[in-house]
């Protein structure tokens, strides 16, 4: 399916094959109410979005990419990717769920293509989830430094980090968390490890500096390598 113009969705939408490609063109709003359900895509480029997403019912998808335009999702509902979420191409996808628990991506968050300059912002007062295998954004921007705006590691297995900025940065769901390679980051307010977790900063030079601005919050437990 091909939607050129805007979707509104009050009712159910439930895709329940994982074959087929759909591109929402125009921007898609799901109303209070309203119910997406396309968990059922495995692969990111079966569904397709280029105008954002704003959601005031429940969103449940399963794969995604976002491409050709700058784009944002939006609302107060319940939103959640259980599969690879991929932003295609020089653009910014930014998160502005303003529900209590924000955004939701079990899968692999990653940019491809354009020149390098794909892109994930998490906006002022926000929360991210995330549960990806690999760190988000492996070799792209993640721009997660904006006051009030919290990064979940929430992943029941092993884990890793991106070394960015952050403002807010939890480690939950037992494990450990492992951040990439090794690089100096901030913590712009509260870094916070919680129970049967294990946060896991190498350093492979000694040379490097973790700055929290915050509280030290450490319920599980804080190994650091050099």
Request: aromatic fraction near 10%.
């Amino acid at each position: 399916i091909t939607v050129s113009g805007t979707s509104s969705i009050t009712g159910v939408l439930n895709d329940g094959s994982s074959t087929g490609t759909n591109i929402f063109i125009a921007k898609v709003t799901i109303n209070s109410g309203g119910q997406w359900l396309t968990t059922s895509e495995t692969t990111v480029t079966d569904m397709i979005f280029r105008n954002g997403i704003t959601n005031n019912g429940t969103f449940t998808a399963g794969a995604a990419q976002f491409d050709s335009n700058s784009q944002t999702i939006d609302g107060s509902g319940a939103t959640s990717f259980a599969n690879d979420v991929r932003i295609e191409g020089d653009i910014i996808f930014t998160n502005d769920i303003s529900h209590a628990n924000g955004l939701i991506i079990s899968g692999n968050l990653n940019g491809n293509g354009g020149t390098g300059l794909s892109a994930f912002r998490n906006n002022d007062n926000r929360t991210f989830d995330y549960r990806g295998t690999n760190s988000p954004m492996t070799t792209y921007t993640f721009d997660v430094d904006q006051p009030g705006n919290t990064v979940v590691y929430f992943r029941n297995n092993a884990q890793t980090l991106k070394n960015t900025n952050y403002y807010n940065l939890t480690v939950g769901n037992g494990n450990a968390k492992t951040f990439e390679t090794y690089a100096s980051f901030t913590v712009g307010n509260n870094l916070n490890i919680e129970a049967s977790t294990t946060l896991i900063v190498q350093n492979a030079d000694g040379s490097g500096v973790l700055t929290i601005a915050g509280d030290f919050i450490n319920a599980g437990t804080f190994d650091m390598r050099r």
